[in-house]
Structure formats: structure tokens, C-alpha cells
């Protein structure tokens, strides 16, 4: 019996199903690449996906069903941006010239700038105001083709306002086609009320953020800015503890600006991810590939903040860690929404090659927010979350670098934005 289908994106020079057969050993192997293929799309799920020659064998387009001719162009699922700090006010783009000027990320920090005064911009903004500027910029997400992305709270710092940015992504969800997958960063920083009082502040966060947060069922994941200066990993081991307890599942940022041992820790509480991992040791990845916690890479803040160091990604590969890679998008140390970008950044910075990207921005970033089941790959039954990219090769999504290839993005089978030129839909 055919399958019945309502859209069918047909003819792609390449088709990218990141859904290889059991036996795909290399990336490129993992990218599922078929010449010439189609997808077929039922309602917002994917029922078929394959070489263009069989689709008659499995499929009947329904009446009044669309064919979207791919000829040229390079179809891939949706990116996932997995880790992102979006809703905030204000810019700093005073401190990144002070930064240009020699003033590092840490100096700022401890002169009263970075997070905290965009922890202060953020609380004296309305609801609405957040919610008008988030949606701004997944609007600009959209574009670039991320279909999906984590989106951290983290710039309200007390029970209140960061119930109150939860609260601005759960709209933001709910009104925009991206999908949100949202976690409580209560841990982001220590706020200018509590100076001094840091042990305090962990006993607000564990307390009574974190009970909140889970009883309204406002973030799946728990995660901490683990760095020297701000959470110790003690402090930290703390927080991610009585998330999970609650049911909020652990994510760290780790190992970012000093070797402090986060993804060790983040092994020993199994979290999901560990991310930045500049300063990861050999024992820390060793630990994260037997717990199976993806490495999430940012390498866009360590260029943003001119760290002039990257994280050992070949390493990470080599030992058998899955790579996720990330925008970090946030206005201190990663001021863009551009997963292609990034990627760039990832092959000629940390000799990432054009395939492992594509891996790190679908199928692994989709396990990097436990959403493996339903994202990342264009297969039966996952969600239909798919790209057509205006490039020969899906190695140009890296390559030529620095513009936009997204010509259109179907969110749960339904074309969400559409590229124009000239003033003309193309
Ligand atoms: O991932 N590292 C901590 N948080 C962000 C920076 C946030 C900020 O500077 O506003 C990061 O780099
Ligand atoms: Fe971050």
C-alpha cells in the first residue's frame, strides 16, 4: 500500500537525511547523502525520504498535495541551535570595543559590566519589550534556518525575574514558529544585591528558584555557569543535584575561560551536554564519552572574545564524543544568531570538517536537548523540519561564508519563511 502524502520537496542534488545505515563509520558516511533525492511530508511528520526514482513505489500525493521541485539545491533537516541566551535588553557593544581596546571578558566582569549589566537592562524592561525583541531575533533565527533552539533564562537573578524571562520564552514558544526548548540559568552569575553573599544566593537558587521553576513545569533543563569567579564546582554539583531531582535534566557551562574541572563534574551528574570545553582535560572528555554527554561547541564566543584558543574538537572526535555545535547567541561573548557561521568558524578554527558540522547542528545538537526522537534527521516519523539550501554541495553552507543560502524553511511541514529577491518571492 502507498503512503499518502500532502507535500513532496523532490529532486535535490543532495539530499541529507542524517539517517544513514547501520554500518556509516565515517561523517560523511553519518550525513545519509542521497544524489537526487525526495521527501515526502504527511500533516507536521515525515513519511518517507529517499532517492527520487522509488518515491512512486511508496508514495501518492494527496488532491490538492504541493511538489516543491529541489533541482539545485541541497535539502537538510532544520538546525538546532542548542544552546542560546536570547531574551535580554540593551546591547554591549561598548564593552566589545573596550575588549578591542584590550580589556578582557573577566576584567569587565569584575568592573560591574558583562552579564550584570545586562542583568539590570534586562529587569527594567517590560514583558513586552522582551517579548517584542525575542521575537525579533528568532525571526532572524528563522532565516538562517534554525528550526529549533535551547534558550537559556540567566539574566534576571532573582526568583521573580528569572520566572519572569521562563516566562517571556513560554510565549515566545507559543507565538513563534521556532520552537523553544528552555532552561533555568538562575546560576548565571552572582547579583549585585547578594556581592559577598555568595552561599546565600546558591540557597535562593536551590531553594526556591529551582522548586518554582520545576512546579511550573517552566524549563527542561538546569544548567550553571561553572567558572572560576563565579559558581565552584561544588556549588555547582549543588544546583545541577536538585534540578534533576525536580526533574529538570543537567546541562553545564564548562571548562569555558579556566581548566576547573567542569566536565568531569558534568560526567558525574550525567549531564546532557557540557559546553564551551576550551579548557576540557584528557580525563574530563574520557569520562564525558562513557556517560554519552555530548560536547557542545561554541566556537563563536571563543572568536568573539578573541580567546586565540579553541576547544580540542579533533580530540573530542577522536575519542568518540558526539560534537554539537551552538551559537552561544547573547550580547557579551557571541553576538550572533548564525549556526552557519559558526560552522565556518568550526572548520577553519578547529579543523572540523563541512560533514561533522552538519552532524553538529541536527543530529547531534537534537541529543544535545534530548530531543533525538523527534529532530535532527529527515526520517519516518520525525518531525518535518526541513531546509532547502541554495548551494551546489553541502559543503558551501561553510565554504562561502558570511551571506545567507536558506531560499525557504518548513516548520512541522508548513513553509515558514521563504527568501526574496528583489523585492520578488523567489
Ligand atoms: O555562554 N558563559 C556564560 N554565559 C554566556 C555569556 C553571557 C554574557 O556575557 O552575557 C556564555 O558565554
Ligand atoms: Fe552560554
Known amino acids: 500500500m502507498k503512503i499518502e502524502a500532502d507535500l513532496i520537496v523532490e529532486r535535490a542534488d543532495q539530499l541529507l537525511t542524517l539517517a544513514p545505515g547501520e554500518n556509516a563509520k565515517t561523517a560523511e558516511d553519518k550525513l545519509g547523502l542521497v544524489p537526487d533525492g525526495s521527501v515526502a511530508v504527511k500533516g507536521e511528520s515525515i513519511v518517507w525520504a529517499g532517492p527520487d526514482r522509488e518515491i512512486g513505489r511508496h508514495i501518492v500525493l494527496s488532491a490538492g498535495g504541493k511538489r516543491l521541485n529541489a533541482r539545485g539545491k541541497v535539502v537538510t533537516p532544520g538546525f538546532v541551535d542548542s544552546h542560546t ?5 540593551g546591547s554591549r557593544a561598548l564593552e566589545f570595543e573596550l575588549r578591542i581596546k584590550g580589556a578582557t571578558y573577566q576584567q569587565i566582569a569584575q568592573a560591574g559590566g558583562g552579564i550584570k549589566s545586562t542583568v539590570e537592562n534586562t529587569r527594567t524592561a517590560s514583558k513586552e519589550d522582551l517579548r517584542d525583541l525575542g521575537l525579533r531575533r528568532l525571526e532572524e533565527m528563522l532565516s538562517l534556518g534554525t528550526t529549533t533552539v535551547e534558550a537559556k533564562s540567566g539574566y534576571g537573578l532573582s526568583v521573580a525575574d528569572e520566572i519572569r524571562m521562563l516566562e517571556v520564552l513560554r510565549d515566545l514558544d507559543r507565538k513563534h514558529p521556532v520552537d523553544i526548548v528552555s532552561t533555568f540559568l538562575g546560576a548565571h552569575e552572582i547579583p549585585p544585591e547578594y556581592a559577598g553573599r555568595k552561599q546565600d544566593y546558591v540557597q535562593l537558587v536551590i531553594d526556591e528558584m529551582i522548586p518554582e521553576v520545576a512546579s511550573r513545569k517552566l524549563a527542561s533543563f538546569c544548567d550553571v555557569f561553572c567558572e572560576e569567579g563565579v559558581f565552584s564546582l561544588e556549588e555547582s554539583r549543588r544546583i545541577l543535584e536538585k534540578g534533576a531531582e525536580l526533574g529538570l535534566r543537567p546541562k553545564l557551562h564548562a571548562d569555558e575561560l579556566t581548566p576547573l574541572g567542569g566536565s568531569e563534574l558534568a560526567a558525574e551528574v550525567g549531564a546532557v551536554s557540557a559546553d564551551h570545553l576550551l579548557f576540557a582535560s584528557e580525563k574530563g572528555m574520557e569520562m564525558m564519552a562513557e556517560k554519552g554527554v555530548v560536547a557542545t561547541l561554541l566556537p563563536g564566543t571563543a572568536f568573539f572574545l578573541f580567546m586565540g584558543r579553541y576547544a580540542p574538537a579533533r580530540k573530542m572526535i577522536e575519542k568518540g564524543l558526539a560534537v554539537a555545535l551552538a551559537t552561544d547567541f547573547n550580547p557579551g561573548s557571541c553576538m550572533t544568531q548564525s549556526l552557519p557561521l559558526i560552522t565556518t568558524i568550526a572548520c577553519t578554527q578547529m579543523r572540523m570538517t563541512p560533514a561533522e558540522c552538519i552532524l553538529g547542528i541536527t543530529r547531534h545538537a537534537a541529543r544535545a536537548i534530548g530531543r533525538e526522537d523527534t529532530l535532527g534527521s529527515l526520517e519516518p516519523g520525525k518531525q518535518a523540519d526541513l ?17 545567507n543560502h536558506v531560499e525557504r524553511v518548513f516548520k512541522k511541514g508548513r513553509e515558514v519563511w521563504k527568501r526574496t529577491t528583489c523585492g520578488q518571492q523567489v
Do not use: M, N, T
Open 85 to 89: 541566551h536570547p531574551v535580554f535588553a
Open 387 to 403: 531546509l532547502l539550501l541554495d548551494i551546489p554541495d553541502y559543503r558551501h553552507l561553510s565554504y562561502h561564508f558570511g551571506i
